[in-house]
């Protein structure tokens, strides 16, 4: 079985320590947030941040508008939205470019 090359997420790490915050403080900011919408807590914690950026695990959909908010940017300034697609796929989007317009947009609008 093939194995998945781990990409670190260095820019979610950069991000994080902009702030002076360690991987505690960025899941205890993403946490008051979900708590702040209403939402259930999902288990995150220091080590999920820390997978995240490792490359181990991929940022999960639900918790990216809250990295949103926390971070107080827009969704296409953030580490998943980098080389021209979201990091999710771990490819290039097929479609035209007027086709992805329409997908990040759609994304965005959930956000």
């Not at 702040?36 to 288990?43: A, E, L, N, Q």
């Not at 914690?45 to 959909?61: F, I, K, S």
Request: hydrophobic share 30%.
């Amino acid at each position: 079985m093939p194995t998945r090359e781990r990409k670190p997420n260095r820019l979610l790490a950069w991000e994080r320590l902009q702030r002076g915050w360690s991987h505690e403080e960025l899941a205890r900011q993403i946490i008051a947030e979900m708590e702040r919408r209403g939402d259930k807590d999902t288990g995150l914690n220091r080590n999920t941040v820390r997978r995240w950026e490792t490359g181990e695990r991929r940022t999960d959909p639900r918790y990216r508008k809250y990295l949103v908010a926390v971070f107080g940017k827009p969704a296409d300034q953030l580490p998943w939205w980098r080389a021209g697609r979201p990091a999710w796929t771990g490819r290039r989007f097929s479609g035209n470019s007027s086709s992805w317009g329409r997908v990040r947009s759609c994304y965005l609008s959930l956000i």
